[in-house]
């Protein structure tokens, strides 16, 4: 249940001011402009839940400014999203968690930047004359910036979703020794940065990514790549690493209709 509710004040040529009130708007506890989050201090009128709940909101707003611009403040609407009430109910757990150790969980910059991943890559599969009315659309937004066709946006994708994969540093690892013979660690805060194109990464790295997918949430690896990506980022650097072509098709019995994809592995002679 939500305890707070935010007034946003227009605010002449700056950012719009937020007031923060009690859910019944009856009691105004205090404001903030909505690009200084830090102008806030009325933090001892708070209870645990309204500063669990304000601190999320103002990850909101900041993630809003990084990712779009100031004047994106003065813009913010209610995007209205679905979820099980048992994750909303562990949001509400872990979140108080965090707060008990001064641990910052921001589920929100790690949102939009999904999101707006998403829309770059789904621009990139457009025909032509429909991917220039959507690149126009993100020129607006200030977000046509590396929108292309090669395989990178793919890789963030890939990266996206490793995120939410438990003990994920520690499966790549050992992914990496197993396929690849490198005995390489790779850290959380790295995945992150892959997965926000911040870093490039090797084909080794991808392609034990993508297994790790392929093993744990096979459904998502089809929505998020076609069949050539998987031959591509992940067939590919194995099989030029020596892997059996019969131990690709046993990881492969994890997709739906897989038979295509198969065939064109079966197919696959040339690997230089």
């Not at 001011?17 to 830090?38: E, M």
């Not at 590396?146 to 995120?163: G, H, P, Y």
Request: with cysteine; aromatic share 6%.
């Amino acid at each position: 249940m939500k305890k707070l509710s935010f007034a946003v004040k227009a605010n002449m040529n700056k950012p719009p001011r937020v007031h923060v009130q009690s859910a019944d708007k009856k009691t105004t506890y205090g404001s903030f402009q909505a690009n200084n989050c830090d102008e806030f201090d009325s933090w001892d009128k708070l209870s645990q839940e309204e500063t669990i709940e304000l601190k999320h909101y103002m990850n909101n707003l900041v993630a809003i400014e990084h990712y779009f611009s100031t004047k994106a403040l003065s813009e913010q609407k209610d995007f209205r999203i679905r979820l099980p009430g048992s994750f909303i109910d562990a949001i509400d757990v872990l979140s108080k968690l965090c707060f008990e150790d001064h641990i910052n969980l921001n589920i929100y910059d790690a949102m939009i930047s999904a999101a707006i991943g998403q829309l770059k890559i789904k621009t990139a599969s457009l025909p032509d004359d429909k991917k220039q009315q959507a690149l126009t659309l993100l020129n607006q937004l200030g977000l046509s910036e590396n929108v292309k066709t090669d395989v990178s946006l793919k890789i963030q994708a890939v990266f996206s979703e490793l995120l939410s994969i438990h003990n994920k540093s520690e499966k790549l690892h050992q992914k990496a020794r197993m396929l690849f013979n490198k005995d390489k660690s790779i850290a959380p805060k790295t995945i992150e940065e892959i997965a926000k194109g911040e870093l490039s990464t090797s084909k080794w790295l991808v392609a034990c990514a993508v297994e790790i997918l392929l093993e744990e949430k096979p459904d998502i690896v089809q929505k998020i790549l076609v069949d050539d990506d998987i031959l591509f980022l992940w067939a590919n650097p194995l099989l030029k690493n020596n892997r059996p072509i019969k131990e690709l098709l046993h990881t492969l019995e994890s997709l739906n209709d897989s038979e295509a994809l198969n065939s064109k592995l079966n197919s696959m002679t040339d690997f230089s």
